[in-house]
């Protein structure tokens, strides 16, 4: 159990939970955004083919 | 000495020929049993029988003495002396680990991710139930495994089959066997394994919360331009992500696309089946009995089923946390979806949900969680791996 270096194991779990958990909102931020955008322009097609 | 003699070593000989039953020890019939074993479940009570009855045969194969089976092309090697599942571990599972790269394609070509895109909130789900993976690395250091095998013995608790067989594979090849069918048992054990876990941890109030019936309808360009974006942020954030990541959305750009109808379908049906016969009777052969039968195995299967625990309780929490910061009614059970056990996790949820309040239907919303799992753990994998 000595051998272990602990420092470093604890830096390997506070990273690897960081970067998941970045990644993933960062891809909920991205994925929401795009949505919106994708809505409001089929909305707008939408709304400019209604007249004709 | 003849050239028989040669092959054959010194080994007894029965009517001129060199048996099997010569080079049999305790050790092999112990692996022979087990490999019945999961023949027998595959066969009788169906647990998960795509995956067992191959593991099984490949179990049997591999611990049946003097085959050649096993033996690993190499360089110089007179022709047929390489065994097949000597072929399949060293170039599918070892060395080039095609097969869980392959599996991961036809993932992609069979994951509809329009839960995920009509409610992005779930990837935050599907990363809380990664904390298994890291709680159960610090608990593998602990026991005295090195750090290259508690990245893969933690992996385990993503329920993830080929993230676990591919990051074992690259970082501690000698457990891939034991960790994989680890991976693919606790799978198939999660009507077991979650509800206890999510009954200790949510009110019979929260398990009957009701949530939207249905999801938004998700355009057909979100479906196209999801798995294009998720593809370019994960890999160029996590380059060494890139052989799972890149093979599960570009199987999925096959779907959405639609106008490879042909291509994808083969990635969901023929190649898949292909590339699922391959990979389990590797995962199989892969068990040798003097690589097994030790008392690391049992940590190995320990282990990864606390990983597997403690994934479904954070996932669990964070749907408590998110119930509570939610405007709209939010069933926090849907947290323990967020293993990517697909889509067997979801189901327990819908399950569950509606056992204690029949107007629930909440497998749609799990779905969201579940297949953010398959990507949270595909991330976890490329991290472990970027470490080396």
Known sequence: MGGIDWPQAWSIV????????????????????????????EARKKAEEKPQ | MTAAQQAFGTTKQFLGLQMG???????HVVMLLVGLGFIFLAIKKEWEPYELLPIGAGMILAN????????????????GQAGILGIILKYGLYQWTLLPQF????????????PLIANPRAFVLGAAA??????????????????????????????DGPTTIYTTGLLAPD??????????????????????????????????????????????LERVLFPLVGMIIIILLIPKSAPLVGMLFLGNIFRESAVVERLSKTAQNELIN??????????GASMPAEKVLQV???????????????????????????????????????????????????????????????????????????????????????FFLGLF
């Open chain 2, 296 to 382: 690391r195995t049992l940590m190995v299967l320990l282990l990864g089923l606390f990983a597997f625990c403690v994934g479904t309780a954070a996932g669990v929490l964070f749907g408590k946390l998110m119930s509570k910061l939610s405007k709209q009614p939010f069933n926090p059970m849907l947290g323990a979806a967020g293993v990517s056990a697909v889509p067997m996790s979801a189901r327990i949820v819908q399950h569950m949900g509606h056992r204690e309040n029949k107007k629930n239907y909440l497998l749609m919303h799990a779905m969201g969680p579940n297949v953010a799992g398959v990507i949270g753990s595909a991330v976890a994998g490329g």
């Open chain 2, 64 to 79: 049946l003495p003097f085959t050649g089976l096993m033996t690993e092309p190499a360089a110089g090697q007179a022709a």
């Open chain 1, 14 to 41: 506070a990273r690897g939970i960081g970067l998941v958990f970045g990644i993933m909102i960062l891809l909920a931020v991205v994925t929401d955004l795009m949505g919106r955008v994708i809505r409001r322009a």
């Open chain 2, 175 to 220: 457990i891939m066997g034991i960790t994989a069918t680890a991976a693919y048992s606790y799978m198939a054990m999660v009507a077991i394994i979650q509800p206890p876990i999510i009954r200790l941890l949510t009110t019979r109030a929260e398990r009957r919360i009701q949530m939207k019936p249905v999801l938004r309808p998700v355009s057909r």
């Open chain 2, 21 to 27: 039953f010569f080079g049999l020890d305790l050790a």
């Open chain 2, 103 to 114: 599996i991961f394609f036809g993932i992609g070509a069979l994951t509809d991710f329009s």
């Open chain 2, 274 to 283: 292909i590339i699922t016969i391959l990979l389990m009777l590797g995962i």
């Open chain 2, 130 to 159: 990664q904390i298994g993976i890291y709680t159960s690395f610090l608990g593998a250091l602990l026991l005295g495994f090195n750090v290259p095998e508690a990245c893969s013995i933690g992996i385990i608790g993503g329920a």
